[in-house]
């Protein structure tokens, strides 16, 4: 077991939070849209058309959050954002119509979206030699308490009564709370110090910008075991009903597994960039294994998918991998928020778009379009070498330029050494 945890001191402070803000997100990400359309009575198009204007609504916080936390601390900023969030979760309580349901739901969404930058200095600052590997530990533990929070969800949707849904919110929104209580622990980071120029430098990087589209591309295959795949094994195969919870457990368990050791190998930008073109393949070939599980009979269906879903997962595994380092190691020490921020807004935009774009191509036009999607992944992990590669060249021009600027401030007589 100690193998399986950090080093003890901050590292296990911020586990010990993330495991609680996830078991208590995976209690809403189980039966969250039930609640609304089962317990509140919305009807499904609300439902999902407010989800979409909440999603859109937390892009820009999550920048100007990060921008905050590097600028005044990252851990006060950071908590401040898990009891807006704990907030916006209990008000789940109090729907009773479309507009306070986008209210609440676009509140916690933006709570949601600052958090995740405002947590990335510390992160950093304490993910020791290599922050991306802690991040994938972190991503690790993420799935192991949103499997928890689940089984907690699985009790909600059986009782299936108002009382149940609302409990669900008050215990979401209590997690976050106890998330937030957690960080007292971590010792405080102080703010990095400013540096001369432009404040929005990251919106002026065009090549993180570049990397910062490319995987919001690849960020829709998320999209795929949780959308596409369980609405095509009902609609368009034999296979049993009973396997999309298979499917599911499946990938979470390679996730859980294989995160950390699949980062240990990703160590450079270089290595990102490579990582996301195996990972373009992976995805690729299980698109087109899924589509191949369409008009055959069950048990052939069946070994399709489970085979299509080892090998997306996978891809997932170098994906993520891949997005931890170039997001952390193209990043300047003194923005890390600010990137980071800017770097969410590609998985963001994926949240919105991912699954309308997935069932329009997959289900809607059907097996045509899980090749279209697989080749879509694949071309996106074809340009991402060249794309770290100008990174990495502005990465080294803006360092110089800086210490150049740096030498220039120097006060007279004082040695440059």
Request: some cysteine; charged content about 10%; overall charge positive.
């Amino acid at each position: 077991m100690p193998r399986l945890m950090p080093d003890a001191g901050p590292q296990r402070v911020l586990v010990a939070s993330n495991f609680v803000y996830t078991v208590g997100s995976g209690l809403y990400l189980t039966a969250g849209v039930l609640y609304f359309t089962e317990a509140v009575h919305l009807p499904a198009n609300q439902v999902g058309l407010g989800l979409g204007i909440a999603g859109l609504g937390a892009l820009v916080l999550g920048i100007a959050v990060g921008h905050l936390a590097d600028r005044y601390g990252a851990r006060g900023v950071y908590a401040a954002t898990l009891v807006v969030q704990a907030l916006a979760t209990a008000s789940f309580v109090l729907v009773d119509g479309f507009w306070p349901f986008v209210l609440a739901v676009g509140s916690a969404a933006g709570a949601k979206a600052a958090g995740v930058a405002a947590r990335s200095p510390l992160i950093r600052h304490y993910g020791g030699d290599r922050p991306q590997e802690f991040r994938a530990y972190l991503r690790a533990v993420t799935n192991v308490g949103i499997s928890l929070g689940a089984l907690g969800a699985g009790w909600v949707v059986q009782v299936g009564t108002l009382s149940a849904y609302q409990l669900m919110a008050v215990g979401n929104a209590t997690a976050f709370v106890v998330a937030a209580v957690l960080l007292v622990l971590l010792p405080p980071v102080a703010p990095a110090p400013a540096v001369g120029g432009p404040r929005w430098i990251a919106l002026r990087d065009r090549p993180y910008l570049l990397l910062t589209a490319l995987d919001g591309i690849m960020a829709i295959q998320f999209k795929v075991l949780t959308v596409a795949i369980p609405l095509w094994l009902v609609g368009a195969t034999a296979a049993p009903h009973w396997l999309i919870s298979g499917t599911m457990l499946t990938g979470t368990v390679i996730v859980v597994a294989f995160q950390v050791r699949a980062s240990r190998s990703i160590d450079s930008p270089a290595a990102g960039g490579l990582a996301y073109r195996r990972a373009g393949v992976a995805f690729l070939i299980a698109c087109s294994l899924i589509s191949l599980s369409a008009g055959v009979r069950a048990w052939a269906a069946a070994a399709l998918l489970i085979t299509a879903v080892v090998i997306h997962t996978v891809g997932e595994l170098w994906h993520a991998a891949a997005g931890f380092e170039v997001s952390f190691a193209l990043a300047p020490q003194h923005a890390t928020g600010q990137y980071l921020g800017v770097f969410g807004l590609g998985a963001g935009l994926a949240e919105a778009f991912g699954p309308g774009l997935l069932i329009a191509l997959c289900i809607t036009w059907g097996r045509p379009g899980w090749y279209v999607v697989g080749a879509m992944f694949a071309l996106t992990g074809l340009a991402a070498p060249p794309a770290v590669r100008w990174a990495r060249h502005h990465q080294h021009a803006h360092r110089t330029q800086l210490d150049s600027v740096a030498k220039v401030q120097l006060p007279r007589g004082r040695p440059l050494s």
